[in-house]
């Protein structure tokens, strides 16, 4: 069977990268190098061409492609079709930007399923949604919000954006603030991918501030405990500021509203475990849960 090494070349094909692929795929650069020279070798053809870090698709490995998306697509609705056959049973698989709102829909979903195996997958927007297309999760919820017509997407909650600070910082005495009061202080930054990160971006072109170097922190929870050590400070969605004696919120002036989107694809909205996760969603949405 080729499907470890026909994985690593489609991974490494899509991303131009071992080390990303390795990444995505859970294995060691080493892994997948040998897999794909294996595949090239058994077959006496070249997948890439190699200049440097980055690799090329080559002319046979470009007509390869879609035959190895199509064929993984088929794998991933055989395993699907699997999964969500029979009784109401089997696993289902969620990514998430946060756990916020998702929890509180596990556990729903759990109090009337008892019996499914529930994982949630936590990442940035990118990443979750990047999962959902990629069939390695079953539903994604993302503050990202996507005009898809692959996709069913239900409307879970929204929360402004506000900062956090340390109870001892300069501004914590304020309760409102302007985005340019932030220009001098040590600004925490979600990484690339994120939609704070951007709609912080965003809020900082448009008041054409240029605050500095940034210190890039790649989790909520990692930018939290900063900010509670007082490292900087942080714009955040209002649910995600825990309760802590030592962190302040301050609402920010004209700062927008974050929402979250439960995504499901829409040829999977029917199959069991998918259709029983929205209708829950759906309840929980009406009900103002």
Do not use: W
Not at 69 to 79: F, N, T
Not at 207 to 224: T, V
């Amino acid at each position: 069977m080729l499907s470890a090494e026909l994985k690593a070349f489609y991974m490494v094909a899509r991303l131009g990268s071992i080390t990303q692929a390795a990444k995505k795929l859970g294995l060691s650069q080493p892994t997948v190098t040998t897999q794909i020279r294996n595949l090239e070798a058994q077959y006496s053809v070249e997948l890439f061409h190699r200049g440097g870090r980055r690799l090329t698709v080559s002319e046979e490995g470009a007509r390869l492609l879609p035959m190895v998306k199509a064929l993984l697509q088929q794998e991933a609705d055989i395993e699907f079709f699997l999964r969500n056959s029979g009784q109401m049973q089997g696993s289902l698989r969620i990514g998430a930007t946060s756990p916020y709102y998702i929890l509180a829909l596990v556990r729903d979903f759990r109090e009337r399923y008892p019996q499914i195996d529930v994982s949630v997958e936590i990442g940035n927007s990118q990443q979750v949604l990047e999962a959902l297309e990629e069939y390695r999760v079953d539903l994604a919820a993302s503050s990202q919000k996507l005009d898809d017509q692959r996709l069913v997407r239900l409307v879970l909650g929204s929360d402004p954006l506000v900062l956090a600070v340390h109870r001892s910082h300069p501004l914590a005495g304020r309760r409102a603030v302007a985005i340019a009061a932030l220009k001098g202080h040590n600004l925490l930054m979600r990484e690339r991918g994120s939609i704070t990160r951007q709609l912080t971006e965003a809020l900082l072109d448009k008041a054409g501030l240029d605050i500095g170097p940034l210190l890039e922190i790649g989790s909520r929870e990692a930018i939290r405990e900063a900010v509670i050590r007082n490292i900087g400070i942080s714009i955040i969605a209002r649910h995600e500021v825990p309760d802590n004696p030592e962190l302040c919120v301050i609402e920010l002036e004209q700062a927008p509203q974050i929402d979250e989107y439960l995504y499901c694809l829409k040829d999977r909205r029917q199959a069991r475990l998918p259709a029983a996760f929205m209708a829950v969603a759906r309840e929980a949405c009406e009900e103002g849960r």
